[in-house]
């Protein structure tokens, strides 16, 4: 299966592929435009800036055009230039979701986090499934600005969105974790140990909060327990290294609880 990928040998048979293409037919601005984004997703900014110039004199003020131009500006640093491209588009498409993030994402790279907030949230609206990337970008610059409620309650949207999702979760324990809100984290990750298939993260997540409430023979517990269900996994799962290091988190944790219950 071809992917496209960038840097993938697919992806320079189709710069080669739509080159011949335009060859036969170099009026036709759908084709620079398509082979401008193949070579944006290979990293050749200038190449595919110029490409989008070819289809702009054949197609002046197509839209399309100024949103190819604003994300291969951004792909390429020049983030300013970028969102003066971004804003012309949505001049002419205001509620145009994948614009309004590249908008967000132009002022977070600009120092404009709080108009980056802003502006991911009105991108959200747009979304009929928005990732939930999304929502944790618009947290961790909630967070970053002081903004902790704000972060909570903006991931607790995605999670009613979307349905539970862990990533989300473990943000939200973790923002509530840092507002000293440890009833509500610990409750969320009964909620999450409840549901998941693979519980052993959620208790080593869970073994760590108790343990910072000074709740130490139960969090004894929850890390025996996470090294018990590790050590039933298979030998192939055992060797990833996600499960090497969840593995070395329960014992350090459980070292380190048994020795503040037995100092001596």
């Known amino acids: 299966m071809r992917t496209g990928l960038p840097g993938h040998p697919d992806s320079q048979e189709q ?4 080159s011949l293409e335009l060859e036969r037919q170099p009026g036709n601005a759908s084709l620079w435009l398509r082979r401008s984004e193949v070579r944006r997703q290979l990293g050749n900014f200038k190449q595919a800036l110029a490409d989008l110039d070819a289809a702009e004199q054949l197609s002046p003020g197509w839209p399309p055009i100024s949103i190819a131009r604003a994300r291969t500006l951004y792909d390429g640093g020049s983030t300013a230039e970028a969102l003066a491209q971004a804003e012309k588009f949505l001049k002419l498409e205001p509620d145009h979701a994948a614009a309004l993030v590249l908008r967000a994402r132009c002022w977070v790279k600009l120092g404009q986090p709080q108009k980056a907030v802003t502006g991911y949230s009105e991108a959200l609206k747009h979304f009929a499934e928005p990732s939930p990337d999304l ?130």
Do not use: N
């Open 135 to 264: 929502f944790l970008e618009r947290a961790r610059l909630q967070a970053a600005l002081g903004k902790f409620d704000a972060a909570v309650s903006g991931l607790d949207e995605g999670i009613s969105r979307l349905g539970p999702a862990p990533a989300l979760e473990r943000a939200v324990i973790e923002y509530e974790r840092q507002r000293g809100e440890f009833e509500q984290a610990l409750a969320r990750t009964d909620k999450m140990a409840a549901r998941a298939a693979v519980k052993e993260p959620v208790l080593v997540l869970r073994a760590e909060l108790l343990e910072q409430v000074g709740r130490l023979e139960d969090a004894a517990t929850a890390f025996q327990q996470s090294l018990e269900g590790i050590e039933k996994y298979s030998i192939s799962r055992r060797s990833v290294e996600a499960t090497q290091h969840l593995e070395k988190r329960s014992r350090q944790g459980l070292a380190r609880v048994r020795a503040k219950l037995d100092p001596l």
């Open 15 to 18: 710069v080669a592929a739509l």
